[in-house]
Protein backbone atom coordinates (compact mmCIF):
# COMPACT_ATOMS: atom_id res chain seq x y z
CA UNK A 1 0.00 0.00 0.00
CA UNK A 2 0.82 3.53 -0.90
CA UNK A 3 0.61 6.38 2.04
CA UNK A 4 0.91 9.62 1.06
CA UNK A 5 1.61 12.04 4.16
CA UNK A 6 2.15 16.08 4.15
CA UNK A 7 5.06 17.43 5.87
CA UNK A 8 3.73 19.90 7.87
CA UNK A 9 4.66 19.04 11.16
CA UNK A 10 8.18 18.02 10.04
CA UNK A 11 8.89 21.04 8.51
CA UNK A 12 7.37 23.04 11.52
CA UNK A 13 9.00 21.07 14.43
CA UNK A 14 12.82 20.65 15.41
CA UNK A 15 11.71 18.05 17.60
CA UNK A 16 8.44 17.56 20.16
CA UNK A 17 5.52 14.70 20.26
CA UNK A 18 3.46 15.21 17.19
CA UNK A 19 6.54 14.68 14.87
CA UNK A 20 7.93 11.92 17.39
CA UNK A 21 4.26 10.02 16.70
CA UNK A 22 4.26 10.66 12.93
CA UNK A 23 8.40 9.54 12.43
CA UNK A 24 7.72 6.64 14.73
CA UNK A 25 4.23 5.38 12.39
CA UNK A 26 6.08 6.44 9.46
CA UNK A 27 9.10 3.81 10.31
CA UNK A 28 6.84 1.23 11.58
CA UNK A 29 4.77 1.41 8.07
CA UNK A 30 8.40 0.74 6.33
CA UNK A 31 8.90 -2.30 8.40
CA UNK A 32 5.91 -3.26 6.84
CA UNK A 33 6.94 -2.61 3.97
CA UNK A 34 4.67 0.22 2.86
CA UNK A 35 5.72 2.81 0.44
CA UNK A 36 5.96 6.30 2.19
CA UNK A 37 5.41 9.47 0.46
CA UNK A 38 6.08 13.03 1.58
CA UNK A 39 4.25 16.08 0.11
CA UNK A 40 6.76 18.92 0.28
CA UNK A 41 7.59 22.26 -0.96
CA UNK A 42 11.44 23.00 -1.73
CA UNK A 43 10.76 25.40 1.63
CA UNK A 44 9.22 22.49 3.35
CA UNK A 45 11.92 20.00 2.33
CA UNK A 46 14.91 22.81 3.68
CA UNK A 47 13.03 22.70 7.26
CA UNK A 48 12.04 19.18 7.59
CA UNK A 49 15.52 18.30 7.27
CA UNK A 50 16.19 19.92 10.89
CA UNK A 51 13.81 17.75 12.21
CA UNK A 52 15.82 15.26 14.15
CA UNK A 53 12.85 12.31 14.65
CA UNK A 54 12.76 12.38 10.89
CA UNK A 55 16.79 12.33 9.86
CA UNK A 56 16.97 8.36 9.94
CA UNK A 57 14.13 7.52 8.13
CA UNK A 58 15.02 10.63 5.33
CA UNK A 59 16.76 8.12 2.56
CA UNK A 60 13.06 5.56 2.99
CA UNK A 61 10.88 8.10 2.02
CA UNK A 62 9.78 9.55 -1.67
CA UNK A 63 9.50 12.70 -1.45
CA UNK A 64 6.98 14.60 -3.80
CA UNK A 65 7.80 17.80 -4.66
CA UNK A 66 4.78 20.15 -5.23
CA UNK A 67 4.22 24.03 -6.26
CA UNK A 68 1.21 25.06 -5.38
CA UNK A 69 1.21 25.08 -0.91
CA UNK A 70 -2.82 25.62 -0.97
CA UNK A 71 -3.70 22.89 -3.75
CA UNK A 72 -2.42 19.26 -4.98
CA UNK A 73 -4.00 18.08 -7.95
CA UNK A 74 -5.36 14.34 -8.37
CA UNK A 75 -2.56 13.87 -10.77
CA UNK A 76 0.53 14.07 -8.19
CA UNK A 77 -1.78 11.14 -6.33
CA UNK A 78 -2.37 8.73 -8.95
CA UNK A 79 1.39 9.45 -10.70
CA UNK A 80 2.42 7.67 -7.26
CA UNK A 81 -0.63 5.45 -6.90
CA UNK A 82 -1.64 6.98 -3.47
CA UNK A 83 -3.57 4.62 -1.86
CA UNK A 84 -4.31 6.57 1.31
CA UNK A 85 -3.46 10.40 2.39
CA UNK A 86 -2.74 11.09 6.07
CA UNK A 87 -2.12 14.78 6.99
CA UNK A 88 -0.12 15.18 10.26
CA UNK A 89 -1.09 18.60 11.58
CA UNK A 90 -3.65 21.30 9.94
CA UNK A 91 -2.55 23.07 7.12
CA UNK A 92 -4.81 25.30 4.81
CA UNK A 93 -4.77 22.87 1.60
CA UNK A 94 -6.97 21.96 -1.05
CA UNK A 95 -7.34 18.14 -2.25
CA UNK A 96 -8.01 17.14 -5.30
CA UNK A 97 -8.46 13.14 -3.95
CA UNK A 98 -11.51 11.66 -5.44
CA UNK A 99 -12.18 8.50 -4.15
CA UNK A 100 -8.82 8.30 -2.31
CA UNK A 101 -9.11 8.57 1.77
CA UNK A 102 -8.11 11.45 3.78
CA UNK A 103 -7.12 10.69 7.37
CA UNK A 104 -6.37 12.91 10.09
CA UNK A 105 -4.72 13.01 13.75
CA UNK A 106 -6.37 14.43 16.61
CA UNK A 107 -4.12 15.08 19.44
CA UNK A 108 -5.07 17.47 22.12
CA UNK A 109 -7.67 20.61 22.71
CA UNK A 110 -4.73 23.62 23.37
CA UNK A 111 -6.11 26.31 21.38
CA UNK A 112 -9.26 25.34 21.77
CA UNK A 113 -8.96 25.78 25.68
CA UNK A 114 -7.06 28.96 25.18
CA UNK A 115 -10.03 30.19 22.42
CA UNK A 116 -12.80 29.88 25.50
CA UNK A 117 -10.49 31.32 27.71
CA UNK A 118 -10.51 34.71 25.36
CA UNK A 119 -7.63 34.30 23.42
CA UNK A 120 -8.69 34.87 20.44
CA UNK A 121 -5.15 34.18 18.40
CA UNK A 122 -6.17 30.47 18.22
CA UNK A 123 -8.90 31.20 16.34
CA UNK A 124 -7.37 30.84 12.84
CA UNK A 125 -5.64 27.65 13.97
CA UNK A 126 -9.16 25.89 15.30
CA UNK A 127 -10.69 26.97 12.01
CA UNK A 128 -8.24 25.18 10.26
CA UNK A 129 -8.47 21.94 12.46
CA UNK A 130 -12.45 21.93 11.50
CA UNK A 131 -11.88 22.24 8.11
CA UNK A 132 -9.20 19.08 8.32
CA UNK A 133 -11.43 16.90 9.98
CA UNK A 134 -14.25 18.01 7.76
CA UNK A 135 -12.17 16.69 4.72
CA UNK A 136 -11.38 13.41 6.20
CA UNK A 137 -12.81 10.06 5.85
CA UNK A 138 -11.13 8.93 9.32
CA UNK A 139 -9.98 10.28 11.97
CA UNK A 140 -7.01 9.23 15.02
CA UNK A 141 -6.81 9.53 18.12
CA UNK A 142 -3.53 8.95 20.12
CA UNK A 143 -5.30 8.26 23.71
CA UNK A 144 -9.15 7.73 24.96
CA UNK A 145 -8.86 11.58 26.72
CA UNK A 146 -7.88 13.32 23.18
CA UNK A 147 -11.09 11.06 21.83
CA UNK A 148 -13.45 12.08 24.60
CA UNK A 149 -12.56 15.65 24.27
CA UNK A 150 -13.10 15.81 20.39
CA UNK A 151 -16.55 14.55 20.78
CA UNK A 152 -17.05 17.09 22.96
CA UNK A 153 -15.51 19.91 20.59
CA UNK A 154 -16.67 18.63 17.24
CA UNK A 155 -19.32 17.39 17.63
CA UNK A 156 -21.44 19.12 14.92
CA UNK A 157 -19.15 17.14 12.80
CA UNK A 158 -21.52 14.58 12.51
CA UNK A 159 -23.80 16.64 11.10
CA UNK A 160 -21.64 17.09 7.82
CA UNK A 161 -19.82 13.69 7.62
CA UNK A 162 -20.08 10.18 8.26
CA UNK A 163 -16.74 9.80 9.30
CA UNK A 164 -14.67 6.53 10.81
CA UNK A 165 -12.90 6.67 14.22
CA UNK A 166 -9.47 4.89 15.27
CA UNK A 167 -7.81 4.80 18.62
CA UNK A 168 -3.88 4.53 17.36
CA UNK A 169 -2.26 5.90 20.74
CA UNK A 170 1.09 6.90 21.09
CA UNK A 171 3.92 5.10 22.49
CA UNK A 172 7.79 5.80 23.43
CA UNK A 173 11.01 4.89 21.06
CA UNK A 174 13.82 5.07 23.42
CA UNK A 175 17.51 4.59 22.05
CA UNK A 176 20.19 2.66 23.73
CA UNK A 177 21.84 5.26 26.28
CA UNK A 178 25.06 6.64 25.61
CA UNK A 179 28.12 5.06 27.40
CA UNK A 180 29.92 8.40 27.64
CA UNK A 181 28.72 10.65 30.09
CA UNK A 182 28.91 14.18 27.90
CA UNK A 183 27.24 16.43 30.60
CA UNK A 184 28.73 15.08 33.73
CA UNK A 185 25.69 13.53 35.17
CA UNK A 186 27.63 11.32 37.65
CA UNK A 187 29.25 14.47 38.95
CA UNK A 188 26.06 16.15 39.80
CA UNK A 189 24.53 12.87 41.19
CA UNK A 190 27.37 12.44 43.84
CA UNK A 191 26.70 16.34 44.59
CA UNK A 192 23.44 16.77 44.66
CA UNK A 193 20.47 14.38 46.52
CA UNK A 194 18.19 14.91 43.76
CA UNK A 195 18.53 15.13 40.07
CA UNK A 196 15.41 16.59 38.37
CA UNK A 197 14.78 16.40 34.98
CA UNK A 198 12.54 18.84 32.73
CA UNK A 199 11.96 18.88 29.20
CA UNK A 200 10.32 20.79 26.47
CA UNK A 201 8.74 24.04 25.99
CA UNK A 202 8.37 26.45 29.57
CA UNK A 203 6.11 29.22 28.64
CA UNK A 204 2.42 29.03 29.66
CA UNK A 205 -0.04 26.03 30.23
CA UNK A 206 3.48 23.88 30.38
CA UNK A 207 4.07 25.41 33.93
CA UNK A 208 7.98 25.38 34.56
CA UNK A 209 8.18 28.87 36.60
CA UNK A 210 5.66 27.62 39.48
CA UNK A 211 7.38 24.03 39.56
CA UNK A 212 10.70 26.25 39.98
CA UNK A 213 8.82 27.93 42.11
CA UNK A 214 7.67 25.54 44.41
CA UNK A 215 11.30 23.87 44.59
CA UNK A 216 12.94 26.94 45.88
CA UNK A 217 9.99 27.11 48.57
CA UNK A 218 10.63 23.55 49.82
CA UNK A 219 14.71 23.98 49.36
CA UNK A 220 14.81 26.27 52.30
CA UNK A 221 11.53 24.69 54.10
CA UNK A 222 13.80 21.49 54.26
CA UNK A 223 16.54 23.46 54.49
CA UNK A 224 17.91 21.38 57.84
CA UNK A 225 17.66 18.19 56.08
CA UNK A 226 19.81 16.95 52.97
CA UNK A 227 17.44 18.19 50.15
CA UNK A 228 19.96 20.18 47.59
CA UNK A 229 17.85 19.43 44.27
CA UNK A 230 19.57 19.60 40.44
CA UNK A 231 17.91 20.06 37.67
CA UNK A 232 18.29 19.19 34.23
CA UNK A 233 16.55 22.01 31.80
CA UNK A 234 16.17 20.19 28.62
CA UNK A 235 15.24 21.60 24.93
CA UNK A 236 12.68 24.47 24.84
CA UNK A 237 14.71 27.18 23.50
CA UNK A 238 16.85 29.35 25.59
CA UNK A 239 16.43 30.46 29.06
CA UNK A 240 15.08 34.16 29.45
CA UNK A 241 16.22 36.57 31.49
CA UNK A 242 12.91 36.26 33.20
CA UNK A 243 13.28 32.50 33.89
CA UNK A 244 17.11 32.33 35.21
CA UNK A 245 15.86 34.87 37.68
CA UNK A 246 13.44 32.75 39.01
CA UNK A 247 15.88 29.77 39.11
CA UNK A 248 17.89 32.15 41.40
CA UNK A 249 20.17 29.64 43.27
CA UNK A 250 19.20 26.76 42.51
CA UNK A 251 21.83 24.38 40.80
CA UNK A 252 20.82 23.53 37.08
CA UNK A 253 21.88 22.24 33.25
CA UNK A 254 20.50 23.55 30.67
CA UNK A 255 20.74 21.26 27.39
CA UNK A 256 19.47 22.65 24.08
CA UNK A 257 20.28 19.73 21.47
CA UNK A 258 20.93 16.30 21.64
CA UNK A 259 20.88 12.88 20.00
CA UNK A 260 17.87 9.92 20.88
CA UNK A 261 21.12 8.06 23.12
CA UNK A 262 22.32 10.90 25.35
CA UNK A 263 18.47 11.57 25.71
CA UNK A 264 18.36 8.18 26.76
CA UNK A 265 21.23 8.46 28.93
CA UNK A 266 19.94 11.85 30.59
CA UNK A 267 16.62 9.42 31.55
CA UNK A 268 18.71 6.43 33.00
CA UNK A 269 20.58 9.21 35.21
CA UNK A 270 18.22 11.31 36.51
CA UNK A 271 15.61 10.90 39.99
CA UNK A 272 12.68 12.23 39.00
CA UNK A 273 10.95 13.88 35.65
CA UNK A 274 9.14 17.21 36.46
CA UNK A 275 6.48 17.77 34.51
CA UNK A 276 3.89 20.37 35.50
CA UNK A 277 2.11 20.69 31.93
CA UNK A 278 -1.59 21.50 32.75
CA UNK A 279 -2.97 20.42 29.24
CA UNK A 280 -1.59 17.10 27.60
CA UNK A 281 -3.33 15.04 24.83
CA UNK A 282 -0.85 12.06 25.83
CA UNK A 283 2.22 12.88 27.50
CA UNK A 284 4.99 11.01 26.08
CA UNK A 285 7.68 12.42 28.24
CA UNK A 286 5.49 10.81 31.18
CA UNK A 287 5.73 7.47 29.34
CA UNK A 288 9.57 7.34 28.08
CA UNK A 289 10.65 8.48 32.02
CA UNK A 290 8.27 5.67 33.68
CA UNK A 291 10.07 2.84 31.50
CA UNK A 292 13.33 4.32 32.51
CA UNK A 293 12.65 3.70 36.01
CA UNK A 294 12.44 7.29 36.39
CA UNK A 295 10.17 9.04 38.79
CA UNK A 296 7.67 11.47 37.84
CA UNK A 297 5.86 14.36 39.39
CA UNK A 298 2.77 15.90 37.37
CA UNK A 299 0.16 17.59 37.18
CA UNK A 300 -3.22 15.50 37.73
CA UNK A 301 -4.07 15.97 34.23
CA UNK A 302 -6.96 13.24 32.49
CA UNK A 303 -4.23 12.50 29.59
CA UNK A 304 -1.28 11.75 32.73
CA UNK A 305 -3.72 9.95 34.73
CA UNK A 306 -5.04 7.97 31.53
CA UNK A 307 -1.11 6.74 30.95
CA UNK A 308 0.23 6.84 34.30
CA UNK A 309 -2.35 5.92 37.01
CA UNK A 310 -1.09 5.54 40.74
CA UNK A 311 2.64 5.01 39.72
CA UNK A 312 3.63 8.82 39.65
CA UNK A 313 3.36 11.47 42.51
CA UNK A 314 0.62 13.98 41.15
CA UNK A 315 -0.70 17.87 42.41
CA UNK A 316 -4.07 18.31 42.12
CA UNK A 317 -4.42 21.86 41.86
CA UNK A 318 -2.65 24.80 40.23
CA UNK A 319 -1.26 26.33 42.97
CA UNK A 320 2.51 26.05 44.70
CA UNK A 321 0.96 24.93 47.83
CA UNK A 322 -0.26 21.69 46.04
CA UNK A 323 3.23 21.24 44.08
CA UNK A 324 5.05 21.66 47.72
CA UNK A 325 3.01 18.83 48.92
CA UNK A 326 4.00 16.40 45.88
CA UNK A 327 7.36 16.97 46.48
CA UNK A 328 7.06 16.75 49.79
CA UNK A 329 5.68 13.78 49.57
CA UNK A 330 8.33 12.34 46.58
CA UNK A 331 11.15 13.46 48.44
CA UNK A 332 9.81 12.12 51.84
CA UNK A 333 9.16 8.60 50.27
CA UNK A 334 5.55 9.20 51.52
CA UNK A 335 2.96 6.95 49.77
CA UNK A 336 5.88 5.10 48.31
CA UNK A 337 4.74 3.46 44.85
CA UNK A 338 5.04 0.09 45.49
CA UNK A 339 2.92 -1.45 42.45
CA UNK A 340 5.17 0.48 39.85
CA UNK A 341 6.98 -2.13 38.65
CA UNK A 342 3.76 -4.49 38.05
CA UNK A 343 2.47 -1.51 36.13
CA UNK A 344 5.24 -0.90 34.45
CA UNK A 345 4.77 -4.58 32.77
CA UNK A 346 1.25 -3.64 31.38
CA UNK A 347 2.13 -0.46 30.06
CA UNK A 348 5.33 -1.52 28.09
CA UNK A 349 2.89 -4.17 26.80
CA UNK A 350 0.04 -2.18 25.87
CA UNK A 351 2.33 0.74 24.44
CA UNK A 352 3.90 0.45 21.62
CA UNK A 353 4.10 1.60 18.03
CA UNK A 354 4.03 -1.79 16.76
CA UNK A 355 0.45 -1.90 18.24
CA UNK A 356 -0.14 1.60 17.16
CA UNK A 357 1.13 1.33 13.58
CA UNK A 358 -0.72 -2.49 14.03
CA UNK A 359 -4.05 -0.54 14.99
CA UNK A 360 -3.40 2.29 12.11
CA UNK A 361 -3.04 -0.41 9.30
CA UNK A 362 -5.93 -2.13 9.97
CA UNK A 363 -7.97 1.52 10.23
CA UNK A 364 -6.24 2.33 6.38
CA UNK A 365 -7.72 -1.23 5.22
CA UNK A 366 -11.00 -0.36 6.47
CA UNK A 367 -11.17 3.14 4.59
CA UNK A 368 -9.54 1.73 1.45
CA UNK A 369 -12.43 -0.96 0.83
CA UNK A 370 -15.09 1.92 2.04
CA UNK A 371 -13.90 4.16 -0.90
Not at 115 to 134: A, C, H, Q, S, V
Not at 188 to 207: E, T
Not at 289 to 306: G, M, P
Request: charged share 25%; with cysteine.
Amino acid sequence: MNICFDCFIFSNQKYGGISVHFASIIKELIKRDYKIFLLVTKKEYKKLLDNIHLQELIERINFVFIRNQFFVGFSVFQRNKIEIIHLTYYPFRFFDNRNIPIVSTFHDVIPEIYFLKGNFKYFFLIFFKFYNFLISDGICFVSNYSFDRFSEFYFLLKLFRNQKYCKTYNSYNLDLPSKVDKFSLNKYKKKHSHLFLYVGKRGGYKNFNKIIKSIKQVKFELSNSNFDPFIVILSGGELSAYEKKELGTLSYLKIENINSKDYAFILSKVDCLIHPSLIEGFGITILEALVSNCDVIAYKSKAAFEIAQNSIYYFEENNIKSINNALIKYIKNIDKLNQKKDFLKKITKRYSWSNSADNLVKFYGTLAKIN
